[in-house]
């Protein structure tokens, strides 16, 4: 098979382990730096351009799109969809996940265990937001931080104004909050699960090394290899369902009422291969070889 990696470049260490996975089964493997690439859009002539060239011949892609370049690489996804190339993961699910709120909303709606998030974009009614998260501490997010990054916990009213207020100033035209409920018996700790197929294949526990309440790896959090129950199995797997997503990483906590779906990741690293020792670049080639030359499932590409 020929295969496009969209990525930042051969450096990156996920892209370097699909390659190697690939190229060692016998398939062509080309890295694509997709903001690089353009797309020529005509009538019936999806065409996508790297460095001159018409990319063409591709029987699958596999996405590894930054989140800070989101919008212009599901574009280039979208044209390879359109002109029929197998991806393993669709333009529209890539987009959905990387909204907060967007994703938030579709895991409430099917029924995955979530903190209770509260969302706003205005500064006027701080009051009573904070009142309808029932106490403190409050995790405030930016709605478009990442890796840890625009996350705060605020343990007094006070607080969790001023941090409010610092991250409107970060944006004269205002910028979108989440409010989320802090779940004390998991602070510090999450569950980096990884999904390919729609299986579980690699779970890890994350944890702070010090008094940050944020787990992430990116962050200097500690991965242990862990194995998850049936009931997170199962949560796992509806939330990579309710994201459209067949391969991707889904982070949970464990609290008394059970599983709480944090984020799901439609780009996960593959920090978790050296941490569990699965092997998860091999099924991903797996997913690809028993996928890309099936009749694809229609999706309504874009919407």
């Not at 450096?11 to 997709?34: C, F, M, Q, W």
């Not at 579980?200 to 194995?227: C, T, W, Y």
């Not at 459209?244 to 291969?273: A, H, Q, W, Y």
């Amino acid at each position: 098979m020929k295969i496009a990696i969209l990525s930042n470049g051969n450096a990156n260490y996920s892209t370097k382990r699909l390659k190697e996975e690939a190229v060692g089964r016998g398939h062509e493997v080309d890295v694509i730096k997709y903001k690089y690439c353009h797309a020529t859009i005509e009538q019936s002539n999806p065409v996508v351009r790297y460095k001159g060239d018409k990319l063409s011949g591709y029987d699958a892609i596999i996405p590894r799109i930054a989140t800070n370049m989101t919008r212009y690489g599901s574009a280039i996804v979208r044209q390879f969809e359109m002109q029929g190339v197998f991806t393993t993961a669709s333009s529209i699910a890539i987009t959905r996940s990387r909204d907060k709120l967007r994703s938030i909303q579709l895991l409430a709606r099917a029924g995955v265990g979530i903190p209770k998030t509260v969302f706003t974009r205005s500064l006027n009614d701080i009051e009573d937001l904070i009142d309808d998260m029932g106490g403190f501490p409050v995790i405030i997010k930016l709605a478009r931080g990442t890796h840890g990054n625009g996350v705060v916990l605020a343990e007094t009213k006070k607080a969790a104004k001023s941090v409010m207020q610092a991250f409107y100033l970060m944006d004269d035209d205002g910028t979108n909050i989440l409010l989320q409920e802090f779940v004390k018996e998991s602070a510090g700790e999450d569950i980096r699960a990884f999904v390919v197929g729609g299986k579980v294949i690699a779970s890890m526990k994350r944890r702070s090394l010090d008094d940050d309440f944020r787990s992430n790896l990116h962050q200097g959090g500690e991965g242990i290899p862990i194995k998850l129950d049936e009931e997170e199995k199962k949560t796992v797997q509806k939330a990579a369902k309710a994201m459209g997503l067949s391969i991707c990483g889904v982070d949970i906590m464990r609290s008394d009422r059970g599983p709480l779906v944090l984020e799901v990741n439609s780009s996960p690293g593959f920090g978790i291969e050296k941490v569990t020792g699965h092997n998860v670049a091999a099924q991903i080639i797996d997913y690809v070889e028993q996928n890309a030359k099936s009749p694809q499932r229609k999706d309504r590409v874009g919407a």
